[in-house]
Nanobody
Framework: QVQLVESGGGLVQPGGSLRLSCAASGVSGSIFSLWRMDWYRQAPGKQRELVASIIADNTHYIDSVKGRFTVSRDSAKTMVYLQMNSLKVEDTAVYYC????????WGQGTQVTVSS
């Protein structure tokens, strides 16, 4: 069974940076390399939204994070990363990773709080 574990969140001031990591276990690197991997976030009182995706070396971002966030992967390590720069208060949320189509079991997420 594949498990996803997110890490790297924290409290940061506006304009700061964080690097989130997503570790996938229970899958080989060769299979993992074929997966599209997504980063989602869910702010309090809001629905979960897709933030960024990566399949092979192709990436996609929602408009609000373009130019600030960068998604990358290391398939040999079955890891996906989200580098977040120039963070804004509105980026505050719990961040999750998942495959597309989604695996049935989500990780616990990692809290990102942007506040002065």
């Amino acid at each position: 069974q594949v498990q996803l574990v997110e890490s790297g969140g924290g409290l940061v001031q506006p304009g700061g940076s964080l690097r989130l990591s997503c570790a996938a276990s229970g899958v080989s690197g060769s299979i993992f390399s074929l997966w599209r991997m997504d980063w989602y976030r869910q702010a309090p009182g809001k629905q979960r939204e897709l933030v960024a995706s990566i399949i092979a070396d192709n990436t996609h971002y929602i408009d609000s994070v373009k130019g600030r966030f960068t998604v990358s992967r290391d398939s040999a390590k079955t890891m996906v990363y989200l580098q977040m720069n120039s963070l804004k208060v509105e980026d505050t949320a719990v961040y999750y990773c998942n495959r597309s189509p989604s695996l049935p079991s989500w990780g616990q997420g990692t809290q990102v709080t942007v506040s002065s």
